[in-house]
C-alpha cells in the first residue's frame, strides 16, 4: 500500500503553465508504475500520462503531448508539467500508483492502479 497526495493545482490562463507533485509514501516507491489522471465534470476519469518504474518508459495522451512532461525521482515524487495549458485541460487531476501493471495498455486504465491521490483542482481560463 502507498499513499499519495498531490499539489501544485490552481488556476492559470491559457496559455499558462503549472507543475503537479505527486508524494509518496512508501518504501518501495521502485515498485511501482505511476500515473497522472483527470477528470471533468460530467466526464469519466481519463488517462494523461504513465512512467515506468525506472522512469525510462512514458507514455501520454495523444492531446497532451509535447505540451505534459511526467517525470519521477529518488524523493519518491511524481511531477507533472503542463504547458501551453487550454481550457479543457480543466479537471480534477489525479496521482496514481501500479504495483502489477507494466504495459502501455495496461496503464492508461483507472482499474490498473490500486493506490490514488485526493486529486488537485486544475483550473485554465480563457
Known amino acids: 500500500q502507498v499513499q499519495l497526495v498531490e499539489s501544485g493545482g490552481g488556476l492559470v490562463q491559457a496559455g499558462g503553465s503549472l507543475r503537479l507533485s505527486c508524494a509518496a509514501s512508501?518504501?518501495?516507491?521502485?515498485?511501482?508504475?505511476m500515473g497522472w489522471f483527470r477528470q471533468a465534470p460530467g466526464k469519466e476519469r481519463e488517462f494523461v500520462a504513465a512512467?515506468?518504474?525506472?522512469?525510462?518508459?512514458t507514455y501520454y495522451l495523444d492531446s497532451v503531448k509535447g505540451r505534459f512532461t511526467i517525470s519521477r525521482d529518488s524523493a519518491k515524487n511524481t511531477d507533472l508539467q503542463m504547458n501551453s495549458l487550454k481550457p479543457e485541460d480543466t479537471a480534477v487531476y489525479y496521482c496514481?500508483?501500479?504495483?502489477?501493471?507494466?504495459?502501455?495498455?495496461?496503464?492508461?486504465?483507472?482499474?490498473?492502479?490500486?493506490?490514488w491521490g485526493q486529486g488537485t483542482q486544475v483550473t485554465v481560463s480563457v
Open positions: 496514481a500508483a501500479a504495483l502489477y501493471a507494466s504495459r502501455f495498455t495496461t496503464l492508461l486504465r483507472p482499474a490498473s492502479y490500486e493506490n
Open positions: 512512467i515506468s518504474r525506472s522512469g525510462g518508459d
Open positions: 512508501a518504501p518501495t516507491f521502485n515498485n511501482y508504475a
